[in-house]
């Protein structure tokens, strides 16, 4: 009984939904720079993180990642750029609370003191809550990890970044909630 009473109250994103979605980010990476022996180094950044997503069926959403971060590592100011495809998946906990899951592939490009306009692909990976206090908005807690895979125009270095990040956020929901 209980189970019918929490599927019947539960808060599903409809097919047709768009939800637009921003967050501010702190984050935590390890950064590998191989050069002959590697040197491993850690930095702290700040963010921002905007998405849309459609709902091609309830609580499965497909769209667009965008994604600005800011770092210092090893004196090296860094600011990258990037954007993919996302999917996400939220499940109904009730009438106002969904955890959704999500999976992403980018495309980056940074700017920075070592590297020559480096670039490389990321994937990124994430889960949170999502507190909805009206039926089109709802307020975002993200923890997400993440890994790219740069190129740069200096010859024998090999630069990997990965880390974990949290969002705080919002979303705004359009069409068929």
């Known amino acids: 009984m209980l189970l019918v009473a929490t599927a019947v109250q539960a808060k599903d994103i409809g097919a047709g939904t768009v939800e637009v979605s921003g967050a ?7 950064t590998d720079l191989e050069v002959k022996d590697g040197v491993t180094t850690d930095q702290s950044s700040w963010g921002l993180n905007l998405n849309s997503s459609y709902y091609v069926m309830p609580n499965l959403g497909v769209g667009l990642l965008l994604e600005y971060m800011s770092s210092e590592v090893a004196n090296i100011d860094t600011s990258e750029l990037g954007i993919g495809p996302i999917v996400t998946y939220s ?9 959704p899951i999500f999976g992403a592939i980018t495309y980056n490009s940074a700017e920075d003191d070592m590297f020559d306009d480096p670039s490389g692909w990321g994937w990124v990976i994430g889960a949170g809550v999502k ?3 009206a039926d089109n908005v709802s307020l975002n807690g993200i923890v997400d990890y993440g890994t790219i895979y740069w190129e740069g125009d200096v010859t024998d ?8 990040n949290v969002f705080g ?7 068929g909630m």
């Open 24 to 30: 501010a980010t702190l984050g935590y990476n390890s």
């Open 91 to 99: 499940f109904s906990m009730n009438e106002q609370v969904s955890l």
């Open 131 to 133: 507190y909805f206090m």
């Open 157 to 164: 270095i090999k630069v990997d970044e990965r880390g974990f």
């Open 169 to 175: 956020g919002l979303s705004v929901y359009f069409g």
